[in-house]
């Protein structure tokens, strides 16, 4: 039984045409998003592909230069900004809080802002910081004011929740429990919108993501999906001492896609194991020194370098 068609309240964000310029880059361009309710929704791509600039535009930070912009059936600048603004949390990618303040005078602060909410030291357990409530804010580690913004972010009790690298600069066990925050934020009919380059926090959190690259969306779909769309569940990469042709690699048994990602050739292959003896037994006959050989399950990342043979993290 095919469903029935996504009508415009399924959506707890929709916008049409996002453009933002500055004086030397168009930051987004032509950006077209939905995002259903109730869905975590993972925004992925390297430092400058515009990923920030359409969270801000989307939490009305940011006047965009074209374009419209829906939240939760309501529009910026039309008279209920206030009313939105109620129903939205947000956490930046780095937020300025003042030093002085102890956490819980912090959270206190940020559940003023909303006429209804969470109680602070709810939220404070929520966010694992009970034992830090009387601490000043300038005395935090860093990963600890990253989960003291999440607190902030959620005081308000948000129907939309904003995440910009939230778990930035986190121990693996804090950045665990920031996972389980987000979940159960969801568990409770939230929607999130996350922007990450942890491929880990990506494919457990998000029922969908979209990979951007200066300014536009490239690919759209479940993690799992975008995955299997390389067409292999592996990856080789290596480095040898000489010239290889990619027509020579594309022949091996089991290799479905080459990528050539200086110094590295990556190898998307259906089982590692029965390509690497075809490929060592063609570098030997070419007289080749391999340097450097790894291999790993496909991720989102190796997605992402096959769709513009460019890492995640790169510049």
């Not at 939105?84 to 780095?94: A, I, N, P, W």
């Not at 570098?283 to 399950?297: C, F, K, P, V, Y």
Request: charged residues 25%; proline residues 4%.
């Amino acid at each position: 039984m095919t469903p029935p068609a996504a009508t415009a309240s399924t959506f707890a964000v929709s916008c049409r045409g996002l453009v933002k310029r500055y004086p030397d880059v168009l930051a987004v361009d032509g950006l077209d998003l939905d995002v259903r309710a109730g869905e975590c929704f993972g925004l992925l791509g390297p430092n400058g592909a515009g990923k920030t600039t359409t969270v801000e535009m989307l939490e009305g930070l940011t006047v965009p230069d074209a374009g419209t912009i829906e939240l939760l059936g309501r529009r910026w600048g039309k008279g209920d900004d206030r009313a939105l603004r109620q129903q939205l949390g947000v956490q930046l990618q780095e937020t300025k809080l003042s030093e002085k303040l102890t956490v819980r005078e912090t959270v206190r602060l940020f559940r003023s802002f909303f006429e209804t909410g969470r109680e602070v030291d709810q939220v404070l357990d929520l966010a694992g910081l009970q034992e830090k409530r009387a601490a000043r804010v300038g005395k935090l580690s860093g990963g600890q004011k990253q989960r003291l913004a999440l607190a902030c972010a959620l005081v308000g009790d948000p129907r939309l929740l904003f995440l910009d690298e939230p778990s930035t600069g986190l121990d693996p066990q804090a950045r665990l429990r920031v996972w389980e925050i987000v979940e159960e934020f969801k568990a409770r009919g939230g929607t999130v919108i996350l922007t990450t380059h942890y491929m880990e926090e990506a494919a457990r959190l998000c029922d969908r993501v979209a990979i951007i690259d200066h300014g536009r969306i490239i690919a759209l779909d479940t993690p799992a999906a975008l995955i299997a769309s390389l067409g292999a569940s592996q990856i080789v990469s290596f480095i040898v001492d000489g010239e290889l042709a990619e027509r020579e690699l594309a022949a091996l048994p089991g290799v479905r896609v080459v990528t050539r990602q200086a110094p590295s050739w990556v190898l998307s292959v259906d089982q590692a194991g029965a390509t690497l003896p075809t490929l060592i037994a063609l570098l030997e006959g070419r007289g080749l020194r391999m340097d450097a050989l790894s291999t790993h399950q496909a991720t989102l990342e190796d997605v992402f370098v096959h769709l513009t043979g460019r890492g995640l993290r790169e510049q």
